[in-house]
């Protein structure tokens, strides 16, 4: 058993709006920044799983992200060796 | 004997007196249960009631689904438990798949809290017999995440099944889809609802009593059940 450090990032589905995304959004241009052509914003998870491969971390860190993580009805995940 | 309904209480509800407040107010007796308790206590109806679970953390009522109180709960609303959730307990319902969909942020990003103008659109649900359809009702709404969002065949679905209880009129205060400030399950036992009925269940301190038709419906139902 190993400690795997494994990345999950969480984003609202692209049919999903996002006001916080458009809002920060907004502001670009009082900052003197071009508008951007999207922004979104999404969460992004580092966790640290005892696991025998990496395989084994990245299974059981799927089955997090989709148990807790993130929510499958308006979100999708993704999850990676950090 | 008068009828006995749980009011959870989950760390950052705020709600609960109101809620136990408006049980007694319409004839039943309420019964405080605990998050972490998995034990129902033998009450006949429950409501969720509003606030910030957890703070919210993760997603609104993502960690209260997880609580041992909820366990029960799923069970026993399978059984045909009455529940209802305000609010944050709206929240819980969705993620614990109680009721289908989710909700997102406001559109407008702003936390909304006013008196709200609502259509009981479906007076078959254990929850809303006791008013008529399409009656209007004004009942206070505060939230900063009730966009109810899901995807359209969802949304037909519900409206096909008359499974929308009530939708906002006058304004949306949320970019709700629809409308929508409530939804029940297939059998109308589990019903979740945005604004909130129990802060308008007395003169004083709301804008009415419309709210007390949710408490008094599911008394009414038990005692003829």
């Given at each position: 058993?190993?400690?795997?450090?494994?990345?999950?990032?969480?984003?609202?589905?692209?049919?999903?709006?996002?006001?916080?995304?458009?809002?920060?959004?907004?502001?670009?241009p009082?900052?003197?920044?071009?508008?951007?052509?999207?922004?979104?914003?999404?969460?992004?998870?580092?966790?640290?799983?005892?696991?025998?491969?990496?395989?084994?971390?990245?299974?059981?860190?799927?089955?997090?992200?989709?148990?807790?993580?993130?929510?499958?009805?308006?979100?999708?995940?993704?999850?990676?060796?950090? | 004997?008068?009828?006995?309904?749980?009011?959870?209480?989950?760390?950052?509800?705020?709600?609960?007196?109101?809620?136990?407040?408006?049980?007694?107010?319409?004839?039943?007796?309420?019964?405080p249960?605990?998050?972490?308790?998995?034990?129902?206590?033998?009450?006949?109806?429950?409501v969720?009631?509003?606030?910030?679970?957890?703070?919210?953390?993760?997603?609104?009522?993502?960690?209260?689904?997880?609580?041992?109180v909820?366990?029960?709960?799923?069970?026993?609303?399978?059984?045909?438990?009455?529940?209802?959730?305000?609010?944050?307990?709206?929240?819980?319902?969705?993620?614990?798949?109680l009721?289908?969909g989710?909700?997102?942020?406001?559109?407008?990003?702003?936390?909304?809290?006013?008196?709200?103008?609502l259509?009981?659109?479906?007076?078959?649900?254990?929850?809303?017999g006791?008013?008529?359809?399409?009656?209007?009702?004004?009942?206070?709404?505060?939230?900063?995440?009730?966009?109810?969002?899901?995807?359209?065949?969802?949304?037909?679905?519900?409206?096909?099944?008359?499974?929308?209880?009530?939708?906002?009129?006058?304004?949306?205060?949320?970019?709700?889809?629809?409308?929508?400030?409530?939804?029940?399950?297939?059998?109308?036992?589990?019903?979740?609802?945005?604004?909130?009925?129990?802060?308008?269940?007395?003169?004083?301190?709301?804008?009415?009593?419309?709210g007390?038709?949710?408490?008094?419906?599911v008394?009414?139902?038990?005692?003829?059940?």
């Amino acid at each position: 058993m190993a400690a795997v450090k494994i990345v999950v990032d969480v984003m609202l589905k692209p049919e999903i709006l996002d006001p916080q995304g458009q809002a920060v959004s907004n502001a670009l241009p009082n900052l003197g920044f071009a508008t951007a052509g999207s922004l979104r914003i999404g969460k992004h998870v580092e966790l640290e799983l005892e696991a025998d491969t990496d395989r084994a971390a990245l299974d059981q860190a799927t089955r997090i992200a989709e148990t807790l993580l993130a929510n499958p009805v308006i979100e999708d995940f993704t999850v990676r060796l950090a | 004997m008068s009828a006995r309904i749980g009011v959870v209480t989950f760390p950052g509800s705020l709600d609960d007196r109101d809620a136990q407040r408006a049980v007694r107010l319409s004839g039943a007796e309420p019964v405080p249960l605990w998050h972490g308790d998995g034990d129902l206590h033998g009450v006949d109806a429950v409501v969720l009631p509003g606030g910030f679970s957890y703070g919210d953390y993760l997603r609104c009522g993502a960690i209260a689904r997880f609580a041992p109180v909820m366990n029960a709960i799923v069970e026993q609303a399978a059984e045909g438990l009455p529940v209802l959730g305000i609010c944050n307990g709206f929240q819980v319902l969705c993620e614990s798949h109680l009721l289908p969909g989710a909700l997102t942020r406001n559109q407008n990003l702003h936390f909304v809290n006013r008196d709200q103008r609502l259509r009981v659109d479906s007076t078959a649900t254990l929850w809303t017999g006791g008013y008529d359809q399409g009656q209007e009702i004004v009942i206070p709404v505060k939230n900063g995440e009730g966009c109810y969002v899901a995807d359209e065949r969802t949304l037909d679905q519900l409206e096909a099944e008359g499974r929308i209880v009530a939708r906002y009129v006058g304004g949306n205060p949320n970019g709700s889809a629809r409308d929508i400030a409530g939804i029940a399950n297939e059998r109308g036992n589990v019903v979740g609802l945005m604004p909130h009925p129990e802060h308008a269940v007395e003169h004083l301190t709301g804008p009415g009593t419309d709210g007390l038709g949710f408490f008094t419906s599911v008394l009414k139902a038990l005692v003829s059940a």
